[in-house]
């Protein structure tokens, strides 16, 4: 089903732990991987050192935000228990922390104690969960108490499963209809409103079902939250032009246009720089067509 590309007011103000950010032009979120198992071998950090100049490269060329995961999500993968994720994640923080004390830092897991311990001990500014709370119901819970914002994906099944025939009756409105009840029990039980929806391109969606979500983008804006995307040198990419994740940036850059156009809010991006073009390209089109309209 193609929806029609209507754009929806959405919620453009979120308190990042007493500070306020405006939404008011798409945002990019520099990925910090921690696993030894990425899919992406380019994006892997394998020392202290490593992760200070990733870091501070993405900060100098646009990246609003820096997303720190110790859990490979990629298709098949086995997710690390508590205590490996805590061990390769709380020392990065403490680095970013030092070194980048103004950073708006975010952290990729589902875990409801590590998302509560990265918080209160770390001063981590926002929690992004692929699963929206389904993997640990605890998760809810923990955002309310820590007040701060909060991303939710789209997943269906698990990392292990989760490419494993992976079927909808409509994927647009079935995924849809889910972010209304997620958003709902958020907002109506535990009085949160600092919230992204992210679809989740490749988690648990065919080839088709990517490219189907990513024309019809726009339409989860209705639900009045931004929308993230992550789509940055997956499959979906890879898999059409026959190349691999390290040949996929050229791709990645043309998706994500598509995606800025069809009212994403914010792009996860391994590279940050083409991001930023793309972002800076669009808006000048956009401010020009607005200034001859104006006249």
Request: hydrophobic share 40%; proline share 5%; with cysteine.
């Given at each position: 089903m193609t929806h029609k590309n209507t754009f929806f007011p959405v919620k453009k103000t979120f308190n990042f732990r007493g500070n306020l950010l405006h939404v008011d032009f798409p945002l990019i979120m520099g990925i910090l991987n921690l696993t030894p198992d990425s899919f992406y071998e380019g994006s892997r950090i394998g020392n202290e050192e490593d992760l200070i100049l990733r870091a501070s490269n993405m900060l100098k060329e646009g990246a609003h935000i820096l997303d720190i995961g110790a859990c490979s999500t990629r298709p098949g993968a086995e997710q690390p228990d508590e205590a490996t994720e805590r061990k390769r994640l709380f020392p990065a923080l403490q680095v970013l922390r030092k070194n980048f004390p103004d950073a708006i830092l975010s952290v990729d897991t589902w875990r409801a104690s590590i998302a509560r311990e990265a918080v209160y001990e770390f001063g981590v500014d926002m929690i992004n969960d692929i699963s929206a709370?389904?993997?640990?119901?605890?998760?809810?819970?923990?955002?309310?108490?820590?007040?701060?914002?909060?991303?939710?994906?789209?997943?269906?099944?698990?990392?292990?499963?989760?490419?494993?025939?992976?079927?909808?009756?409509?994927?647009?409105?079935?995924?849809?209809?889910?972010?209304?009840?997620?958003?709902?029990?958020?907002?109506?039980?535990?009085?949160?409103?600092?919230?992204?929806?992210?679809?989740?391109?490749?988690?648990?969606?065919?080839?088709?079902?990517?490219?189907?979500?990513?024309?019809?983008?726009?339409?989860?804006?209705?639900?009045?939250?931004?929308?993230?995307?992550?789509?940055?040198?997956?499959?979906?990419?890879?898999?059409?032009?026959?190349?691999?994740?390290?040949?996929?940036?050229?791709?990645?850059?043309?998706?994500?246009?598509?995606?800025?156009?069809?009212?994403?809010?914010?792009?996860?991006?391994?590279?940050?720089?083409?991001?930023?073009?793309?972002?800076?390209?669009?808006?000048?089109?956009?401010?020009?067509?607005?200034?001859?309209?104006?006249?």
């Open positions: 709370g389904n993997l640990d119901p605890a998760m809810f819970q923990t955002i309310a108490e820590c007040r701060v914002p909060y991303i939710m994906m789209h997943m269906q099944g698990t990392p292990q499963t989760m490419q494993k025939n992976p079927v909808y009756q409509d994927v647009v409105q079935d995924i849809l209809s889910f972010f209304a009840r997620k958003t709902q029990e958020l907002v109506r039980k535990f009085h949160v409103h600092d919230l992204f929806i992210d679809p989740g391109f490749g988690f648990g969606k065919t080839l088709e079902h990517n490219y189907i979500l990513l024309e019809n983008l726009n339409v989860f804006r209705m639900l009045g939250f931004p929308v993230v995307v992550g789509i940055s040198r997956k499959s979906m990419i890879h898999r059409i032009l026959s190349c691999s994740p390290e040949e996929a940036l050229n791709g990645t850059t043309v998706l994500h246009t598509i995606a800025l156009l069809k009212g994403a809010s914010i792009l996860r991006v391994h590279d940050v720089k083409p991001a930023t073009e793309a972002i800076r390209l669009l808006n000048f089109m956009k401010k020009a067509n607005a200034d001859t309209e104006g006249k």
